[in-house]
């Protein structure tokens, strides 16, 4: 996006929001890129075995009080105030193991028109992910297994509802 990677807009956006202490980053990376990096992970091709491997590099086993932000590359529209508002939520729900944002259809149309994103219709409308993660690590190493089974189970064929 603008002639740069979209990760490098990520990364820019954290840190200017001034809230992240270590950033552990897994995939390709350009010099401008690992001057915001703490950790550089190689990729394991699996979504699940680099959120293992980044927690345990950054010492976030869950034996410590803390929280863990994962974020994907992939939205690099994402503003430092945005990112704020996030981690402000999770601060005023400390004892809430996971935060994932959510944004109704409308807000995300109205600031991105044309933007092509997968949403998900309920009761109360149609929604689409924030795209990070905001969560108590000690949680995914409880429960990985679970995830490794439901992060397969997305890209099935289902026939729901019934």
Request: aromatic letters at 6%; proline letters at 7%.
């Amino acid at each position: 996006m603008a002639g740069q990677p979209m990760a490098l807009h990520v990364l820019q956006a954290v840190q200017a929001s001034g809230r992240v202490d270590r950033i552990a980053y897994v995939g390709p990376t350009t010099p401008e890129m690992d001057a915001l990096i703490d950790l550089h992970l190689q990729d394991s091709g699996r979504l699940l075995d680099n959120l293992a491997a980044g927690l345990e590099a950054l010492g976030a086993d869950g034996s410590e009080h803390g929280r863990a932000l994962v974020i994907t590359a992939d939205i690099p529209m994402l503003r430092a105030e945005q990112l704020c508002d996030v981690m402000d939520q999770a601060e005023s729900h400390p004892g809430a193991g996971l935060l994932y944002p959510v944004v109704p259809r409308s807000a995300c149309e109205a600031e991105y028109p044309g933007v092509q994103r997968t949403f998900v219709r309920v009761r109360d409308g149609s929604f689409t992910g924030g795209n990070l993660f905001f969560f108590d690590p000690g949680l995914a190493v409880r429960f990985l297994p679970r995830l490794r089974e439901v992060l397969a189970a997305r890209k099935a064929r289902c026939d729901w509802p019934p």
